[in-house]
């Protein structure tokens, strides 16, 4: 079988993932990653969780570090559509990585949580760091208030901010609803191309910057140059400051 296996791979490495099989015994994070690498698909590390509830639960509970953050991620994402109740986890980074279903209760987040999510609900109490809910696809975020580039990318789902909202806000957006309770800082909705943004408060500079579809609406104050170079799409604002694109409209 060796000779075999070495003439068929002609002198090349053989994948580990060919030689797991999925009765294999997972002791920890780091002979997860040995298996799957540290970049792994879902399915891979899908493929390799436990289904003993206990041995499910170590992995949970260790500590991963930044070397192992999207392996953990995806172990959280599946904890979570495994469980039958609202899943509390620790603040950790990339919490509900991908995630398709279930729920997850937070205190407090670090950063790219929710991050390619399909489905399901996150709810954080506290703040969460950069980019909250990037690459969204579907599902939906509470969160106390977030870093930089919260919801990034964002094709579907939603989002909710119950306070202040960093930078770069919903860039790149071509989908999905976002509303904000407080305020955010510049560039939200930079290259939107669709989707909705709403903010009760004010906003940064260069609200809109180079959109070209869908929504923005801010109840209070847009920063200098709103919509400056916007191709498409509908700002709205309270009040505007200097150099604001023709195209924007006031709030009545």
Not at 10 to 19: I, N, P, Q, T
Not at 29 to 58: C, H, N, T
Not at 131 to 141: C, D, F, K, R, S
């Amino acid at each position: 079988m060796k000779g075999f296996m070495d003439e068929a791979y002609r002198g090349k490495a053989r994948s580990r993932r060919l030689e797991t099989r999925r009765e294999d015994i997972v002791f920890g994070l780091e002979d997860l990653a040995d298996r799957v690498g540290l970049r792994p698909a879902r399915q891979d590390v899908e493929a390799l969780a436990p289904d003993d509830p206990s041995l499910f639960a170590r992995l949970i509970a260790s500590d991963p570090g930044r070397k192992h953050g999207m392996i953990w991620g995806y172990l959280s994402s599946i904890a979570a559509e495994r469980s039958a109740e609202p899943l509390r986890l620790p603040c950790r980074d990339y919490v509900g990585f991908e995630m398709r279903g279930g729920v997850i209760l937070l205190e407090r987040a670090g950063d790219h949580v929710g991050e390619m999510m399909c489905g399901g609900r996150i709810f954080v109490r506290g703040e969460a760091g950069d980019y909250l809910g990037q690459e969204m696809a579907g599902g939906g975020i509470v969160a106390e208030g977030c870093g930089d580039y919260a919801f990034r990318k964002m094709r579907a789902g939603w989002g909710v901010v119950l306070a202040d909202a960093g930078k770069f806000l919903g860039i790149g957006n071509c989908g999905g609803r976002i509303a904000v309770r407080g305020g955010c800082g510049k560039r939200a909705g930079w290259l939107m191309r669709g989707g909705s943004l709403r903010v009760r408060g004010d906003a940064g500079e260069y609200l809109g910057l180079l959109m070209s579809g869908g929504e923005i609406r801010v109840s209070g104050r847009a920063g200098m140059r709103a919509g400056w170079r916007m191709k498409g799409g509908t700002i709205l604002a309270k009040a505007f400051g200097p150099e604001a694109a023709p195209d924007v409209m006031g709030l009545e």
